[in-house]
């Protein structure tokens, strides 16, 4: 009983901490390891390549609760100062990622385009992406 | 007039946001931004609408980007002191260039662009500004665009160390649009960013004037703290200058530090001290700004502001409204 009791605590620990979503890259890319600095960099639009390689961020609607889960967990910035932000590139002739509007057409895209980096739910990972991080 | 339809246009598109501009596809991405302010001294009142401008940017391929942007400013003036109106709506240049991106460590720009020194001269408009008025070493001390080339990007894996290396050897683009005409720049600008609240850099550079045939050598140096809701920043910069006409050399020094506290992300109160001298003239200014900020959204300003000058007839209040689309 006691042991039935501990292994429940136990799953039901490992669930509330694991992760929800990832940042995915296409798996035949040899990108295998990103930074969360590096991952926000990529996503404002300050950092464009990764080994060398040119990178291709891709956000879901403003609206989606994939994008503000990352914005609150990943890039730690508020919905405010990412207007700010992006009002101040727009003068800059910057614009922000491109946005797809569904976890599949997120998926096909990263597939599809080279250096394409996204975000989707972890149970949404299939065979042909590879998890760079896990918020 | 042209402006309201074109503002309409842009509100009645499809996924519009204002401040972000209008994408119609990865090559054309369309907007622009206005002003208009309300001055008063002991010498003038006047009403303007500074700035009508127009930005045309996007990619060209993966590495090829543009940006054009014409402005005509001041595009209205009427002086309510000798009761005179003034309309000018040329459009001017302010910037057109091509990029070309290979790394993070090099980048090149080439065409007419902002001259990369500091953090006012990055973002020159109102809008963006948190003062209606500009200080004055954002106007006298070196031209703020530059018609030629600027290679740039960063010096550590951290993107912390941001470097610009930029010359010009020839006419500006459009000569009757920048604070000092000159035909050659060269310098070299540094930033480092320290943590995510803490920058700083500095520039140095030579310039030579056309008018006056000055050749000038330029010390600039910057530092900002941005911690939400406190942000302070100061520039300085210093000119050696020697005038090939006369013989003379004298210098410049210009400084201001500027301190912002946001109630919010919409009110905000500013202070800013400003110091300017010019050896040659025989010319020193203290000028110190109080001012609020009243931001609906970030793209759009409503500003009020006093400034206090060392030479009280040139003393003023200015209220402005801005807005970027």
């Keep these: 009983m006691i042991l039935k009791i501990i292994i429940t605590l136990f799953l039901l620990t490992v669930s509330l901490y694991s992760a929800e979503y990832a940042v995915v890259i296409d798996k035949k890319s040899d990108i295998t390891k990103v930074s969360l600095k590096q991952i926000k960099d990529i996503f404002i639009m300050k950092r464009h390549f990764i080994n060398s390689k040119k990178i291709v961020p891709v956000n ?31 003068f800059q002739g910057v614009s922000p990622p491109v946005v797809q509007s569904s976890n599949n057409s997120m998926k096909l895209f990263i597939k599809n385009v080279k250096g394409a980096i996204g975000y989707i739910p972890v149970s949404s990972i ?9 918020f | 007039m042209y402006l309201t339809l074109i503002f309409v246009f842009f509100l009645k598109a499809d996924d519009y946001k204002l401040g972000h501009g209008l994408k119609l596809s990865d090559e054309i991405h369309i907007g622009g931004y206005f002003s208009l302010d309300y001055s008063k001294s002991n010498e003038k009142r006047q009403f303007r609408l500074d700035d009508v401008a127009f930005l045309l940017y996007g990619d060209l391929s993966s590495n090829i980007s543009y940006l054009l942007e014409l402005e005509a400013a001041p595009f209205y003036t009427k002086n309510y002191t000798t009761d005179i109106s003034e309309t000018d709506n040329t459009f001017h240049y302010e ?63 951290d993107n912390s160390l941001k470097y610009h290396l930029f010359a010009q ?11 000092i005409k000159n035909d050659y720049f060269i310098g070299i600008s540094l930033e480092y960013e320290f943590l995510d609240e803490v920058s700083f850099g500095g520039a140095t550079g030579n310039y030579k004037t056309k008018d006056d045939n000055r050749d000038v050598v330029l010390y600039q140096l910057d530092a900002k703290y941005d911690n939400y809701p406190f942000v302070v920043q100061a520039e300085m910069a210093y000119n050696n200058i020697d005038n090939k006409v006369t013989d003379l050399k004298s210098h410049q020094f210009a400084a201001y530090s500027q301190a912002t506290y946001n109630f919010n992300m919409k009110h905000a109160v500013i202070g800013r001290y400003e110091y300017f001298e010019d050896s040659h003239i025989g010319d020193t200014n203290h000028i110190g700004v109080i001012g609020y900020s009243y931001r609906p959204m970030y793209s759009v300003s409503f500003k009020a502001e006093y400034q206090f000058n060392s030479n009280s007839d040139l003393s003023k209040s200015i209220i402005s409204f801005s807005v970027l689309f």
């Design chain 1, 60 to 90: 879901m609607p403003s609206t989606s609760q994939l994008r503000i889960e990352f914005e609150k967990k990943v890039l730690k910035i508020s919905r405010e100062k990412l207007n700010r932000h992006w009002t101040k590139q727009h």
């Design chain 1, 126 to 134: 299939d065979s042909d992406l590879k998890v760079l991080y896990e």
């Design chain 2, 95 to 157: 910037r057109f260039y091509l990029n070309y991106t290979y790394s993070e460590m090099f980048n090149i720009r080439i065409g007419k662009q902002i001259t990369p020194i500091g953090y006012w001269n990055l973002e020159p408009i109102n809008v963006l500004r948190d003062t209606s008025s500009n200080p004055l070493y954002s106007n006298k001390m070196f031209p703020k665009l530059l018609t030629g080339v600027d290679l740039h990007g960063y010096l550590d894996d």
């Design chain 2, 169 to 179: 050897d020839n006419d500006d683009l459009d000569e009757d649009y920048i604070n």
